[in-house]
């Protein structure tokens, strides 16, 4: 060739590069997580989660009707329970916190997502993810928990439940119980690919769901494996997941990526507290600029192979995607 080749030419204006851009992060990628907490008149921020706050249920409603308003199509519960026991029982109880804000959500917003977070470790005095027997987490057993708990979000109207404690197993007995309790049509999002990591640091804090002893390194997974993230994933939807995530994100891409290029399933990422919270302080700090940075990230998420995201930016992205 006897001229030089231009890739640059592509790059000249805003609206070429808007034409070439491979990837747009889009409001429909997007599901937003919401904290519930007892009482009334509460709605307090997350000190680790600037911008993310702790809602009772009547204020959670006004929150609600704001991403109602935005355009967010899809929410994922946690809930604060009033009580904790060795078992977690409050966790599928009738009118626990997360059942009774299915309830009230779903009847003032039937078209709403509602995704329900099943898990032990907000709910047990021990704060890990599935009961504990000689000093060691019991799959088995946790099983039938977390079924049940299953069953009692899909009872208050959950579209989706989702399910994040890492036991063996939990999404071929969550799935039988929905089918014989009648919920065949109630989804699930399988946490697949789930890593034992410290970027939840700060959820726990929100979530006051930090193990008291002891870590999450014998059901999460190693953040050192790649392969067993196949086989986890394989696993899920051998048991009848209908969506499969990789979490956390940011420092998963790769594994995002290998997901997406190996199996031809719907794949949801957590970009998670910890991602969130330290752009947040970098940004307090003047250091960076939290929405270009937040956009880069989001979009490295997508870009990674992520059909689906959860991010606690969710409704910073609904502003920032307009003025764009
Ligand atoms: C509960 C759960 C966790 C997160 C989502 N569900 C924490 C954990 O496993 O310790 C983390 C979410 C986040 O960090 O944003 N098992």
Redesign the pocket.
Known sequence: MDFIHRPRRLRRTESIRRLVRETKLSLDDLIY?LFVVPGTGVKEEIPSMPGIHHFSLDLLMCEIEELVELGIGGIIL?GLPESKDEKGSSAWAEDGIVQRACRRIKSEYPGLLVIT?V?L??YTSHGH?GVIKDGYVQNDVSLEYLARVAVSHAQAGADMVAP???MDGRIKAIRRKLDETGFKEVSIMA?SA?YA?S??????D??H???QEGD?STY?MDPANSNEALREIELDIKEGADIVMV??ALAYLDIIRRVKDNINFPLAA???????AMVKAAAEKGWLKEKEVALEILTSIKRAGAEII?T?WAKDVVDWLKSN
């Open positions: 997580p946690f977070d898990c470790c907000q993810c994040s404690d890492m946490y789930k990591s970027f939840y640091g700060p959820f726990r929100a979530a769901s930090a193990p999450r999460q979490k956390p957590y970009n998670v507290s910890g991602e969130y959860i606690y």
